[in-house]
């Protein structure tokens, strides 16, 4: 790393940008002692507050609780990029490769999904810095031309408002030397300042009443009479549903833990630029923006015209290990920040203020998964796989569907229906995993042709591009 890139790392805070915003609120109180309740909502991310609330919107009488074992939005859903899409499918290529039959569905129910959560937010008064910038995915390398031009086609027959741009077009949006070519879906991504849309979805889950208890670890989960206990550290939950929602977080129902591997991803956040530092870039759109590299960046501009920069590195530790340690990489931060000024030579000088990480619960299709258990009074939504921030309010629904025994436009789908491969067991897990990751490294560096490790890998469902 040169001298440069590490001076811009020397007065960084090692946590969450969004995290640390002075209008964090203060936690609410544990559960102390036995309750009863219609529902309990396991899990205070995205998942477990859309959940909650879209289940008061349906029955304002219903008596819901939610248990957060932190603080509400304290883990994947504070610190993430702050994309939030419309597609349920990690992406509408990824999308075409496994639902094809049913993509012109799942693209017109990720569109009202994204519309629903605006709604929301003016609804509610979430201020969470809503933007409705959509996104570019820019290409790096020449080989990613032709694939953007194509893509652009296919978005366009399934009716989604993408346009492919030359270098020149691309660098007139946002000016790096580094980008040859982009597809800029207009319409289907909001940038959302994602800590601030959690802390508002628990706000407004209060105002509707449900009981919101935080520092409260579910730790058991056990059949009780018609309906079902939780144990947590302080007292009991009866409750005649629940819906689990813990993301990468050891769930309580063990049998889908196969099916999950905790990635590990990083992320920088930038001083603000100043006026003429922004001018030299462009942004004047203000897009979320990707790369279009199987070890990909991502980047965007904050409300106070900062620049998050995350990605590439994805780290999976031996044994599906979530340890608060792992939340932190100084060698990845390095790579990251001269990965920065690769791409914006131009902002040379500026420094990063904060530095942060988090795991994601990446299973082997790269979108959500469902099912329930315990004869139908549990129910769980997992496997956003970094793509969860709009995604979640869709599970949400799926979970309340499948609690509810009603079969519905979303319970008919094979992407509801279906479950993704699980993940072998240890070793092979890991070496699994490594071996995807380094193939997916060769990839990049020969103009994106895949080995026959990553063929094969395509072959059984298995498809890692990201």
Known sequence: MDAASAHSLADVQYTSFWLADPGRPEPLPALVGDTECDL????????????????????????????????????????????????????FFNGLQRWPDEL????????????????????????????????LDVATQPHQIQELREGAEQMREFGIDAEFLDAEATRAQVNSPT?????????????????????????????????????????????SGAGMSVRTPYGRVFARQVALAT???????RRVRPYLAPVYDYALMTEPLTDAQLAS?????????GDCNNQFHYFRLSADNRILWGGYDAVYHYGSKVRSEYDHRPETYQKLAGHFFTAFPQLEGLRFSHAWG??????????????TAHKGKVAYALGYTGLGVGATRFGAGVMLDLLAGDRTERTELKMVRSKPLPFPPEPVKWLGIELTKRSLDRADHNGGKRNLWLKAMDAVGLGFDS
Not at 75 to 81: D, E, H, I, K, P
Not at 247 to 253: C, E, G
């Open 40 to 91: 309990l909502v396991v899990g205070g991310g995205y998942s477990g507050l859309w959940t909650a609330l879209l289940a008061k919107e349906r029955d304002p009488g219903r008596d819901v609780v939610l248990l957060e074992a932190q603080e509400a939005g304290w883990a994947a859903s504070g610190r993430n990029g702050g994309f939030c899409a419309s597609s349920l499918t990690h992406g």
């Open 179 to 223: 980008f040859q070519a982009a597809l800029w879906d207009r319409d289907g991504v909001a940038m959302v300042h994602p800590a601030k849309l959690a802390w508002g979805l628990k706000r407004a889950c209060a105002q509707l009443g449900v009981r919101i208890h935080e520092h409260t670890p579910a730790t058991e989960l056990a059949d």
């Open 104 to 135: 012109r569905t799942l693209e017109r129910l990720g569109g009202e999904n994204l519309q629903a959560i605006e709604d929301a937010v003016k609804r509610y008064g979430i201020d969470c810095e809503w933007e409705r910038s959509g996104e």
């Open 358 to 371: 988090g795991a994601i619960d990446t299973c082997s299709r790269f979108s959500a998964f469902f099912g």
């Open 281 to 289: 870039v462009g942004w004047q759109n203000r897009q979320g923006l």
């Open 247 to 253: 993301n990468i977080f050891p769930n309580l129902v």
